[in-house]
């Protein structure tokens, strides 16, 4: 807790320094991710504004330390701003992003911030960690061997760690029981939905009953369709997250379009419900790539809307494949979990298998 209450005593976005060095360098990646949760506490159960600054502006750095996927603290250490570590990380490393305990922590994090603050982004970044780690984590086997590490190395692939039942087996089915907490969360009068996993959701206002129902195979496909059943008409507000990459999205209750929702925001849905009501939501799931720093523009990722699309490589030791820009943004669907560039295969965290692979790709 000392070092998140150095940094609350900043001016919110200011970068915190201490003796020339940056309060995070070299700091075990997710016990100080942890203690920005117990700061998030400071803040929801005792109201401390200080404590919320402390974590608003961790959060920032953390973020700008991050890799495409969400993950962060390669070798489990943060780092201190202009830092070549996630470049050099790529090749002398496989331990990338410590993945259930680091999801864990993430996924708290971000959800007392987008309690605390109501900014839709903490919800991105739940959902871009969520798709692109923990989810594509090996499954815990009962002799105690369990997934604790991602690679995003240019040789990568999925392994279990050496030492059975380490922290991240007790992490993995915490995340398991606590991740539908994220989906959903009240507002008087109003719901927000945060994440878009088929789901239901049941609840009660002004004595009225309801029922949420969401269907849809996102992120794979950009539409998610929602009906609603209630006991009797109800006036009430339905929020949804429209992420931040998601220019051009629409919403229809209807079949009616509504007006234009703005990415980076909830969009609002304020009207009298009445049972059989459909919403239906469009985000464009557009391909872009994320460089792995500013200082290294052509070693990318191809993100296509929350989700890393990631190279499989032939062998482990193969060279990686180069790639142009346009060679990458077009890739091509090849199967409904999969994309092909050029003769590469490409593949979200979750669908790789076994199969080699490399997270970033040097452009051609
Ligand atoms: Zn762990």
């Known amino acids: 807790m000392s070092s998140a209450c150095a940094i609350s ?117 739940m959902e871009r960690v969520m798709y692109n780690t923990v989810l594509g984590a090996l499954p815990l086997q009962a002799d105690g061997r ?44 109003a719901v927000y939905v945060n994440l878009y996993v088929p789901s239901t959701l049941q609840w009660e206002d002004d004595g009225a009953r309801l029922l949420l129902t969401q269907v849809g195979d996102y992120p794979f496909e950009g539409k998610v369709s929602f009906s609603l059943e209630v006991s009797r008409p109800i006036s009430m507000t339905l929020n949804f997250r429209i992420p931040a990459w998601a220019r051009g999205a629409r919403i229809r209750v209807n079949g009616e379009i509504q007006p234009a929702p703005v990415p980076g925001q909830f969009a609002a849905v304020r009207r009298v419900w009445r049972s059989g009501d459909q919403v239906e939501l469009l985000l464009p799931l557009r391909s872009r790539l994320e460089p792995i720093d500013q200082r290294h523009p052509d070693i990318v990722a191809l993100v296509r809307g929350p989700m890393v699309l990631m190279p499989v490589k032939p062998g482990l030791d193969t060279s990686i494949p180069t790639l142009t820009r346009a060679a990458l943004l077009n890739a091509e669907r090849a199967g409904t979990r999969e994309w092909r560039a050029e003769g590469v295969t490409l593949a979200p965290f979750t669908e790789l298998g076994d199969r080699p692979y490399t997270a970033y790709v040097k452009l051609a």
């Open 9 to 125: 005593t900043t001016r919110p976005g200011s970068i915190p320094w201490r003796g020339g060095e940056h309060v995070l360098n070299g700091r075990h990646a997710y016990s100080y991710v942890n203690s920005l949760c117990s700061a998030m506490m400071a803040y929801l159960a005792a109201g401390s504004e200080k404590h919320l600054r402390a974590a608003r502006n961790a959060f920032a750095m953390l973020q700008a330390q991050s890799y495409a996927t969400g993950g962060w603290g390669p070798d489990e250490m943060l780092r201190g701003p202009g830092s070549d570590a996630l470049h050099d990380s790529l090749t002398n490393t496989h331990h990338h992003f410590e993945t259930p305990c680091g999801s864990y922590a993430h996924f708290k994090l971000t959800r007392y911030l987008l309690r605390a603050t109501g900014d839709s982004r903490f919800g991105d970044s």
């Open 146 to 189: 369990n997934f604790y590490y991602s690679d995003y190395n240019f040789d990568a692939r999925r392994v279990y760690k050496e030492a059975r039942w380490a922290c991240c087996s007790g992490t993995l089915p915490q995340i398991a029981a606590d991740y539908r907490v994220n989906l959903y969360l009240r507002g008087p009068r």
